[in-house]
């Protein structure tokens, strides 16, 4: 997709805009011209008409007489060499003097009438105005009509309008280099922060702090967020890549070794044993992956998990019956302790995967014989989901190594995790990710009765629910 200018488009759609308002105002500038013009030509030919109806007498024989002075009609020229035209008529449409084929308007209650019109091909404005005389025994109407070309008309309207032209072109042009200048100035802050971000390194994922205005911060926001997830994303999967070529490379140097032992066996006794150990590296790589596999789906769901009123108990009892065979197979006496229902603020897949990892952790690692039992206990305050063995469980230190996330070779200074301690080193590590998703923290303490290793998480209580 072709990139485009913001500036040019804001500029069209001011000119647009403007364009169509303005051609409004010219249209309304135009009648507001000739109006104009129009009652300034009326005000001249009444005074014209005036002028020649003061003139107008009775001489001796009680007859009408007019003396037309000539300044009435030279107030009625213009530079536009506009045309008068002029006739007075006495009682009963008696001409008297003037055009005598210039209409005559009839009369109106004010005495003054006026009409646009053509004379003589040119298009005229005329005023006829009704006056009366006295003879001291009676009073004699008379009309003085008056006219003029609408050619000064014309030109007034049309100076009128290319002026107001003018000053809407100066107008348009003036408010087109403020709106370039003031866009151009709005979008420093955005040269600033593609500057910002094109200077920093591809690894370089930290939060956006450039000074914007209001209406960009949202877009800063959108971009820390994806940022953010995309960091997320990336932490996932070094961890996973860390994890995998750490864990994966003891077992699969197992498989290596015992796969060179077999080739130069020379007992059928040994060939077995080799092969025996070469499978149990296999299923350790196996695990390990699969649990890393786990860990890397919770790393992705970091940050997005939308939690929901979970039945605790129903999901325990499931999973305790799913791993009962598993149990029967390595001799470990697998329970279950809690009430009917219990409900909690959680994600059903997540919850399951949490609980799967400390049973299958439980039941690997507490030994043949062993008790496990799973319990969950309903408070005030929240629901408590434990899983506790009494196997030979893990030191105080083991413990908090077990916890860490395996990211990549050892720490230095941190005794390395022995292989039956592995599972713990995983598993755990699994469970308080996914605890730390549901609010929660994974406690680790030794059995009730001093033996074995006690899990437990404690999860909000579900909303509405007493």
């Not at 169509?20 to 500038?29: F, P, R, S």
């Not at 003036?174 to 100035?185: D, P, R, S």
């Not at 994890?243 to 994966?248: D, F, P, R, T, V």
Request: with cysteine; glycine share 6%.
């Amino acid at each position: 997709m072709s990139a485009y200018s913001l500036r040019r488009r804001l500029l069209l759609w001011l000119f647009v805009a403007t364009a169509v308002i303005g051609l409004l105002a010219l249209a309304d500038t135009w009648r507001e011209a000739l109006r104009t013009a129009q009652s300034v030509s009326d005000r001249v030919l009444v005074g014209s008409a005036l002028a020649i109806a003061e003139r107008v007498t009775v001489d001796e024989t009680g007859a009408l007489e007019v003396d037309i002075p000539y300044s009435s009609l030279e107030m009625l020229t213009s530079t536009a060499q506009d045309k008068v035209f002029y006739r007075v008529d006495g009682p009963v449409g008696t001409f008297l003097t003037g055009y005598a084929d210039l209409a005559v308007l009839p009369p109106t209650l004010a005495g003054l009438a006026f009409s646009d019109g053509r004379y003589r091909d040119v298009s005229i404005r005329s005023a006829t105005l009704v006056r009366e005389v006295s003879t001291g025994e009676r009073s004699i109407a008379f009309s003085v009509t008056v006219a003029e070309s609408t050619l000064a008309r014309a030109a007034l309207a049309k100076a009128i309008l290319v002026r107001s032209t003018i000053r809407l072109a100066v107008l348009i042009l003036g408010v087109a280099c403020i709106v370039w200048l003031a866009v151009t100035l709005a979008l420093r802050p955005l040269d600033r922060l593609g500057a910002i971000i094109a200077e920093r390194s591809p690894d370089d994922l930290r939060p956006v702090t450039a000074d914007v205005p209001q209406e960009v911060s949202t877009l800063v926001q959108a971009i820390n967020s994806f940022m953010a997830r995309l960091d997320t994303a990336l932490d996932a999967l070094r961890n996973f890549t860390g994890n995998a070529s750490h864990q994966l490379r003891t077992p699969l140097a197992v498989v290596r070794t015992q796969l060179a032992l077999i080739d130069r066996s020379e007992t059928p006794q040994q060939m077995a044993a080799s092969t025996a150990k070469a499978q149990t590296a296999l299923e350790r790589a196996e695990r390990v992956l699969a649990q890393l596999l786990v860990l890397a789906r919770v790393d992705a769901a970091t940050g997005v998990v939308a939690l929901q009123s979970v039945n605790i108990v129903t999901i325990a009892k499931e999973l305790t019956a799913e791993m009962v065979p598993l149990a029967l197979q390595r001799e470990v006496d697998l329970g279950f302790e809690g009430p009917d229902e219990a409900n909690a603020m959680a994600e059903p897949v997540l919850i399951a995967e949490l609980l799967n990892n400390l049973l299958g952790n439980a039941i690997a690692y507490a030994g043949h014989g062993a008790v496990v039992t799973v319990r969950v206990k309903e408070y005030p305050d929240g629901v408590v989901l434990e899983v506790e063995d009494n196997g030979p469980g893990l030191s105080a230190s083991q413990i908090a190594q077990a916890r860490r996330r395996r990211r990549g070779p050892p720490v230095q200074g941190l005794a390395p995790i022995k292989d039956h301690e592995a599972g713990y080193g995983f598993g755990l590590a699994i469970t308080a990710e996914i605890a730390a998703l549901f609010g929660a923290e994974i406690q680790l303490q030794t059995g009730s009765d001093g033996r074995g290793l006690l899990a437990s998480i404690t999860l909000r209580r579900a909303v509405g629910v007493v």
